[in-house]
T-cell receptor, first 113, second 109 residues
Framework: NAGVTQTPKFQVLKTGQSMTLQCAQD?????MSWYRQDPGMGLRLIHY???????DQGEVPNGYNVSRSTTEDFPLRLLSAAPSQTSVYFC????????????FGQGTRLTVV | RKEVEQDPGPFNVPEGATVAFNCTYS??????FFWYRQDCRKEPKLLMS???SGNEDGRFTAQLNRASQYISLLIRDSKLSDSATYLC??????????FGTGTSLTVIP
């Protein structure tokens, strides 16, 4: 029962470096999303996708890119890491059925120094 | 204005106590509502969905008032294992979930 799998679990980057956070789900869910969680801010939506080939911006998209080439995968790219991107990142997937919950990966703790 | 507002707490209650959390949301077109639980440094996990008719799962009762745009969670007979952060979550459209900042609960022996 893998569900939503995120890698890596921890990452330290230097300012200006780029990296990709991986997210994969095996539940055949149509919808996938990326959130960041900061103290006192709750989870905020970065980008989301309603299906392969379709992505859109959430509340805080600046500095991040996404793509959705398959139903299963939804990677998040940091093009040029900044200290303000230090956060915990969660990937989630949801069925397109109404009123269904989001399932989360275990999170990636990213520190940008 | 935030889409979802929650009292961050913290709530420190003795074992066996009843505790209630409240949440308000701003978008009247919101489609579905949930309470999630998040343990320290872990991912959020669904505690229960919230329906207009109210729903109960053991010691947990959730209520939704669409007219007031208000969601509540009641925990009866608190256990030490209930200590966590409780997140109010609103699905506004498709998979756009909006989260409250969470309410911290510590149950004290």
């Amino acid at each position: 029962n893998a569900g939503v799998t995120q890698t890596p679990k921890f990452q330290v980057l230097k300012t200006g470096q780029s990296m990709t956070l991986q997210c994969a789900q095996d539940m055949n869910h149509e919808y996938m999303s990326w959130y960041r969680q900061d103290p006192g801010m709750g989870l905020r939506l970065i980008h989301y996708s309603v299906g392969a080939g379709i992505t859109d911006q959430g509340e805080v998209p600046n500095g991040y890119n996404v793509s959705r080439s398959t139903t299963e995968d939804f990677p998040l790219r940091l093009l040029s890491a900044a200290p303000s991107q230090t956060s915990v990142y969660f990937c989630a997937s949801t069925s397109a059925l109404l009123n269904t919950e989001a399932f989360f990966g275990q999170g990636t703790r990213l520190t940008v120094v | 204005r935030k889409e979802v507002e929650q009292d961050p707490g913290p709530f420190n209650v003795p074992e066996g106590a009843t505790v209630a959390f409240n949440c308000t949301y701003s978008n009247s077109a919101s489609q579905s509502f949930f309470w999630y639980r998040q343990d320290c440094r872990k991912e959020p996990k669904l505690l229960m969905s919230v329906y207009s008719s109210g729903n109960e799962d053991g010691r947990f009762t959730a209520q939704l008032n669409r007219a007031s745009q208000y969601i509540s969670l009641l925990i009866r007979d608190s256990k030490l294992s209930d200590s966590a952060t409780y997140l109010c979550v609103v699905n506004i459209y498709r998979n756009q979930f909006y989260f409250g900042t969470g309410t911290s609960l510590t149950v004290i022996p």
